[in-house]
């Protein structure tokens, strides 16, 4: 069945570093792709989204790019700041499924320090 | 900008009770969707709900699970019988069209004790 395999966290970096959380998939049809984000205490954001083969999503800084070749779709983003702290989580939606649910990865928790 | 929206945002019940989630998706989505997430872990899938029928549900969303549109604005999840296990966050989430992401609301903390 569908899959999302992220990298494990936590991941610490200092501010202003780069980011990139590692994503890949296995779908048997052609999924849209998400990255959701989760800051402390709150609820389930969408942060981006790509819907076919080399579309790039982004968002407050962040960007990924659909890879169909590699089944991939790494979060990354280019100077973090400590408000970036959060659990990111990417998934996917299958348009051979049915009911499209999303296929959730595990998450990756980000930690930036000043 | 339309959110989804999901009353209480805490519950704190015993074991045993029964409680209603309650959640109002963005009014011209057709599809919706209940998750849990229990603290530090996964999001886990309920059930997803089209066309006042329920379309898919996973292993958790056993006969103490239902849901419920009431009218064209709320979507209700009810526990019959709540168990310890059953404390977790629960989502609410809707889109208008298969492929979109996901609105997520806010959650409701629910604490079986």
């Known amino acids: 069945g569908d899959s999302v395999t992220q990298m494990e966290g936590p991941v610490t970096l200092s501010e202003e570093a780069f980011l990139t959380i590692n994503c890949t998939y296995t779908?048997?049809?052609?999924?849209?792709l998400f990255w959701y984000v989760q800051y402390p205490g709150e609820g389930l954001q969408l942060l981006l989204k790509?819907?076919?083969a080399d579309d790039k999503g982004s968002n407050k800084g962040f960007e990924a790019t659909y890879r169909k070749e590699t089944t991939s779709f790494h979060l990354e983003k280019g100077s973090v700041q400590v408000s970036d702290s959060a659990v990111y989580f990417c998934a996917l939606s299958d348009h051979q499924d049915s009911n499209y649910q999303l296929i959730w990865g595990a998450g990756t928790k980000l930690i930036i320090k000043p | 900008e339309p959110e989804v929206t999901q009353t209480p945002s805490h519950q704190v019940t015993q074991m045993g009770q029964e409680v209603i989630l309650r959640c109002v998706p963005i009014s011209n989505h057709l599809y919706f969707y209940w998750y849990r997430q229990i603290l530090g872990q996964k999001v886990e899938f309920l059930v997803s709900?089209?066309?006042?029928?329920?379309?898919?549900k996973s292993e958790i969303f056993d006969d103490q699970f239902s849901v419920e549109r009431p009218d064209g604005s709320n979507f209700t999840l009810k526990i019959r019988s709540t168990k310890l296990e059953d404390s977790a966050m629960y989502f609410c989430?809707?889109?208008?069209?298969?492929?979109?992401?996901?609105?997520f609301g806010s959650g409701t903390q629910l604490s079986v004790l």
């Open positions: 709900f089209y066309n006042n029928e329920i379309s898919e």
């Open positions: 779908a048997t049809g052609y999924p849209s």
């Open positions: 989430a809707s889109r208008q069209r298969p492929g979109d992401g996901l609105f």
């Open positions: 790509a819907t076919k």
